[in-house]
Nanobody, 125 residues
């Protein structure tokens, strides 16, 4: 069974940076597509970044474009989200997710089969 374990969340002041990690366990090969979602109480889940682990495709939500970078270490099977110039509105629980089968559509949570437990990011003004 595929398991995703996130780490790297925390509290930071506006303008600061954090790097989230998501380690993949349970399979010896890479899943096709991985993504980061976030959820804030009272708001819908938002797919902030998505990538094809084979390379050549990434997606970013407009709200994070230019500030966040998604990457994947194929050898270690770890997904990262580098978050720079953080804003208070980035405060949320962040989840990594994985799926088989390529897609170039914006990330939709219902199409992802595997999820991590989430890691909290809090940005203070």
């Amino acid at each position: 069974q595929v398991q995703l374990v996130e780490s790297g969340g925390g509290s930071v002041q506006a303008g600061g940076a954090l790097r989230l990690s998501c380690a993949v366990f349970g399979i010896s090969y890479n899943v096709d597509v991985m993504a980061w979602f976030r959820r804030t109480p009272g708001k819908e889940r938002e797919g902030v970044a998505q990538m094809y682990t084979g390379g050549g495709y990434t997606y970013y939500a407009d709200s994070v474009k230019g500030r966040f970078t998604i990457s994947h270490d194929n050898a270690k099977n770890i997904l990262y989200l580098q978050m720079n110039t953080l804003k208070p509105e980035d405060t949320a629980m962040y989840y990594c997710a994985a799926r088989f089968g390529f897609t170039s559509s914006p990330p939709e949570g219902t199409t992802y089969k595997f999820w991590g437990q989430g890691t909290q990011v809090t940005v203070s003004s």
